[in-house]
């Protein structure tokens, strides 16, 4: 039995192993060094790595996104944390207008190798502009990779691989996920994963649940629920957002004929919307049934009644199913 | 100052003498081209809106002069300046603007986001301040790299107002970065006069983080040049971030739909009286012996060279989709 691994830790020891590997690797952001991070991810580097590898910077999110690209365009591979991820629209001008282009706009030149990790997703009691998944504000930024990571294997496995990887990737980690603790190697123990790929976590033959992050739990616990009423989902974690893993979803909904987006996020607009548009224009022969299942248009609210309710959690997801295909399944 | 007659040639100048013929050939460079800009775009060549440097060219010229193959730089929408003066071939420059293949960034770019890594620019903004925090980056970059390079970022007058002017100083200065950050005053943002949108006095700004400030006249490539070597060193000996206001005026408008209505009467007479190049000009005659034999001579050249570059823009291949081969990802990993 492999020893636990806290989803933060593992946080921690991918960016202690790629400092370490390679000295191109910088990482910095608000409370970070010293501190450690606000949700203790990141304690210890400072003293591992010194001041010219990991620092604390002012409270200047566009100075610490822009700063990451133009170090990046000159031969460092920075990595930043802006804290919470209601606060990207400050950064997006870096992360958008200038990283994800210039691969493209420098006619292949140089890429724009920048890790933007932040911290997402509700249930935390923070409110609305601390617990927005804003997915949707960058999936249709070409150029752009976005990961989410469900399980401390795979958070160090893809952070490893952002980090390595040459272009920007925008590193969400659900706030929900940080004390998570799961084996080291539950995954097979691969060491750096590989960007884009999609992994079935739970086999099922009537329908396929595609989510990602804390909503991977949700839809893991919901399965047990619901399999009791011989119902058996497919739970796909999807693991990056951008590009995303279609032909995944596409093999699993060819066995299970139903499909079922499970979205943190609102429902207009969103990245589930996306994932079935792609399955639909791929695989709409495979497809008896096909829904969403999201927040409402509304911010985030703070009341527990009123989060709780708001949330597509294991409950709404178990109720959404039966109502859904609850008599269609034999 | 010496007799016409007396005068060296151009091939015998040597010293302060021929460095300054070379700034003056430099600003006519820019100053030629983005003519046959303009005229390009006349003619429906240039396409989109583009951003005209006329007037402004001892800036770019003289700061770039005091740069090496170690330094980086991060210019503006009005950037063709910027460009030439880090070394973008003027070729490679112009077919971009005219979307050709040829174009320094195989036309995917155009005149407002031009990059050449090869000479050192890592970009040319469209949006203000970009310039400002891709060069802060780049000063992180060269300063953990440890080869004594600098980072220089161009940019007006009315970035000063932008979030992003106040945050990288901030940031540059707490961290001690080799960055000069060059604020080309051309007295408008857009078409709003300075003084109209802007509180108490720009070079106070940069002062009150504690950076070194300098305010030159931008019309002179001599005064930029002294201000930007004395910036420069001491961004490479360490002691952190530089400021320089450099005053000057664009002659023509801020766009390419842009007639200059605003301008006070008689304001564009005043700056033309000390256009950079009739600026150098004189103090080439006066300060150097160069007769003005010489530098016509030059003008000759340079008008020469752009004829040949025009007709080589105008005859480059446009990219075509097959070709273009695009990729949305870079492929590799470190």
């Known amino acids: ?330 | 100052m010496a007799r016409a007659s007396e005068a060296p040639a151009a091939s015998e100048l040597s010293g302060p003498a021929q460095h300054g013929l070379e700034l003056y050939r430099r600003m006519l460079v820019v100053r030629r081209f983005e003519e046959a800009v303009q005229a390009l775009f006349q003619r429906g060549e240039v396409h989109g809106t583009t951003h005209l440097y006329i007037g402004e060219e001892a800036g770019a010229i003289g700061v770039c002069d005091v740069l090496d193959e170690r330094d980086k730089v991060a210019g503006t929408y009005r950037g063709h300046g910027h460009s030439l003066g880090a070394g973008v071939d003027p070729q490679a420059l112009l077919d971009e603007m005219l979307g050709r293949e040829t174009g320094v960034c195989g036309g995917r770019a155009g005149s407002m986001n031009v990059i050449d890594q090869a000479h050192g620019l890592i970009g040319s903004f469209g949006i203000i301040g970009g310039s400002i925090s891709a060069a802060t980056g780049a000063a992180l970059a060269l300063q953990r790299q440890g080869r004594g390079g600098v980072a220089v970022a161009f940019f007006g007058e009315g970035t000063t107002n932008h979030g992003y002017f106040h945050e990288c100083l901030n940031f540059a200065a707490v961290l001690r970065l080799p960055v000069v950050f060059v604020c080309e005053n051309n007295r408008y943002g857009e078409f709003t006069p300075f003084e109209d949108v802007t509180a108490g006095d720009i070079a106070a700004r940069p002062q009150a983080l504690g950076l070194p400030t300098e305010t030159v006249d931008g019309m002179d490539v001599w005064a930029v040049r002294e201000a930007a070597a004395a910036a420069v060193a001491r961004a490479r000996d360490g002691e952190g971030p530089q400021f320089i206001q450099s005053m000057t005026y664009r002659f023509v408008g801020h766009s390419r739909s842009d007639p200059a209505k605003y301008r006070k009467p008689g304001e564009l007479e005043e700056w033309k009286a000390r256009d950079p190049l009739k600026v150098a000009r004189e103090r080439l005659a006066e300060a150097f012996g160069v007769s003005g034999d010489v530098v016509d001579g030059v003008d000759a050249a340079v008008a020469e060279q752009f004829e040949r570059i025009v007709a080589q823009s105008l005859a480059a291949p446009y990219p075509t989709p097959e070709r273009d081969g695009a990729r949305e990802f870079a492929p590799s990993t470190s």
């Open chain 1, 1 to 330: 039995m492999a020893d636990k691994l806290e989803f933060r830790r593992a946080i921690r020891d991918a960016l202690d192993e790629e400092l370490a590997r390679d000295d191109r690797v910088v990482f910095f952001g608000e409370d970070v060094a010293k501190p450690g991070g606000v949700f203790a991810a990141t304690p210890g580097l400072y003293d591992a790595h010194g001041e010219a590898r990991v620092f604390d910077t002012p409270i200047s999110e566009l100075a610490i996104t822009g700063a990451a690209f133009g170090a990046a365009v000159c031969g460092l591979r920075p990595v930043i944390e802006i804290m919470f991820a209601d606060f990207l629209p400050l950064a997006m001008d870096g992360m958008v207008n200038q990283a994800a282009k210039y691969w493209y706009l420098s006619n292949e030149q140089a890429p724009a190798p920048i890790v933007v990790r932040s911290a997402f997703g509700a249930g935390g009691r923070f409110g609305a502009i601390h617990s927005q998944s804003p997915v949707a504000w960058f999936q249709n930024v070409p150029g752009l990779k976005i990961v989410a990571p469900s399980t401390p294997a795979d958070a160090k496995a893809l952070l490893k691989a952002a980090i390595r990887d040459d272009n920007p990737v925008l590193f969400l980690e659900h706030k929900r996920l940080y004390s998570l603790k799961r084996d080291a190697g539950e995954h097979g123990g691969e060491e750096v994963a590989t960007i884009g790929e999609a992994r079935v976590v739970r086999s099922g033959a009537d329908l396929t649940v595609a989510t990602v992050a804390a909503s991977v739990h949700h839809a893991l616990a919901a399965a047990e629920t619901l399999a009791a009423d011989g119902i058996e989902l497919e739970v796909v974690d999807l693991r990056t957002l951008r590009p995303l893993d279609v032909p995944a979803v596409v093999a699993s909904v060819t066995k299970t004929n139903r499909l079922l987006v499970l979205e943190e996020g609102p429902l207009t607009g969103g990245w589930a919307g996306e994932l079935v548009a792609r399955v639909g224009e791929e695989a709409l022969g495979e497809l008896d049934d096909v829904w969403r299942l999201a927040t409402d248009d509304l911010p985030t609210p703070y009341s527990p009644p009123l989060e709780d309710d708001f949330l597509p959690g294991v409950e709404a997801i178990v109720a959404a199913v039966r109502a859904r295909l609850g008599a269609r399944v034999a």
